[in-house]
Nanobody
Framework: QVQLVESGGGLAQAGGSLRLACGASRSINLYAMAWFRQGPGKEREFVAGINSGGTTMYADSVKGRFTVSRDNAKNAVALQMNSLKPEDTANYYC????????????????WGQGTQVTVSS
């Protein structure tokens, strides 16, 4: 079992930045970690992921603006979000799975409760 807790959400203006954090209850060394988001009336979608070796993957909509990172020593993952847009407004979830990063929600076993990000225009 891995328990995940997100933090760092809030309100930002368009063009601004926010940094999300995800803390795990145990070692994440062997886990691929990912961020998903779910906007109002939308399906939960993949945002970014990082595997145990540090290789990253991003959705096209956030490439060049968001950066995912991990600190295995602290059992933590972060998502730095820059140049925010109103369409980035969503509840952001941290997720974990053994193996590599996958973009499909169903591939992830462990999920956090989410943190809300709201971007105003």
């Amino acid at each position: 079992q891995v328990q995940l807790v997100e933090s760092g959400g809030g309100l930002a203006q368009a063009g601004g930045s926010l940094r999300l954090a995800c803390g795990a209850s145990r070692s994440i060394n062997l886990y691929a970690m990912a961020w998903f988001r779910q906007g109002p009336g939308k399906e939960r979608e993949f945002v970014a992921g990082i595997n145990s070796g540090g290789t990253t993957m991003y959705a096209d909509s956030v490439k060049g603006r968001f950066t995912v990172s991990r600190d295995n020593a602290k059992n933590a993952v972060a998502l730095q979000m820059n140049s925010l847009k109103p369409e980035d407004t969503a509840n952001y979830y941290c997720a974990a799975r053994l193996g590599g990063v996958r973009i499909a929600r169903k591939e992830y076993v462990y999920w956090g409760q989410g943190t809300q990000v709201t971007v105003s225009s």
